[in-house]
């Protein structure tokens, strides 16, 4: 099998190596190097190049199970070729499974690295300190989920989704969208009244700008939350704002909604007070 020999040597391919160990009892690699991005080199100092218009460097693995039954971790055999691409053509052509000299790894857990690795200065190393023992909390780092509905490069399409999680009940966004099952930390009741919620603020910054100063409200309990056909539509919504423009001016903060909630003709009341009540 002609692969790249990304998996030979990295760390985060450990449980693949160990997998492999598993499944099979013999396993020849021949390690055929050229990766442009190591800028490796010839142990004689000669340039190293690719057997393929490639940056990642390229193995040919054979992979050998005996029987159906397997206990234990098999063995790895290794093989080097560096230099020219030339060169490793004609020694690839001329060349055997026999004549090809196998040095037996002796590796070892976590990590069963594939190729030959020095650990003459391993006791001493692990005698330092972990970086876990500097940072107490870690994770895998930031990940986007569902990125076909939650991330777009137009203000059309954003708005079109935003919609539409304001609008549609959940199991029509789930077919619209074809959102697999919850997880965890993502919902689909979540991402509707966040949506809701966010232009609850924006109408209130823009209906009346003097308030800014007022303690967030996404500080505030949340209320219960609604089926998302409840909502209005980010249309409708402009649309209150624009017919409202005369009550920017108002400071009542206690009866400032009456107004609006009483003679909105465009906006069925149901919804504006749904929508409009903080």
Known sequence: MITNNSYLDGVTHRQMRKK???????????????????REVAPDGERDENVFNIQQGVAI??????????????????????????YKFNELNKGSFKKTKWEKLNYKE???????????????????????????????????????????????????VINDFQILTESEIRTKYH?????????????????????RIWIFHLLFPRWRRLPSLMSLPPPTIQPAHSYPSWAQALTIISFHQQLIASSDGENFLLPILHTSRKFPRAHSRQFLSF
Request: positive net charge.
């Open 61 to 86: 693995a054979i992979f050998i199970r005996k029987s159906k039954t397997k206990k234990g971790l098999g063995s790895v055999y290794y093989s080097d070729l560096y230099g020219k691409r030339d």
């Open 110 to 160: 976590p990590y069963f690295f594939f190729v030959p690795k020095n650990f003459a200065l391993e006791e001493e190393y692990n005698k330092g300190f972990s970086v876990k023992d500097i940072f107490n909390e870690y994770n895998s780092g930031i990940q986007t989920k569902r990125d076909n509905t939650t991330i777009h490069f137009t203000e059309k399409e954003i708005v079109a």
């Open 179 to 199: 959102l697999p099952e919850d997880g965890r930390d993502w919902k689909i009741c979540f991402a509707t009244y966040r949506s809701v919620s966010a232009s």
């Open 20 to 38: 492999l160990l598993e499944s099979f009892d013999s396993i020849y690699i021949l390690n055929l190097h050229g990766n442009s991005k190591k």
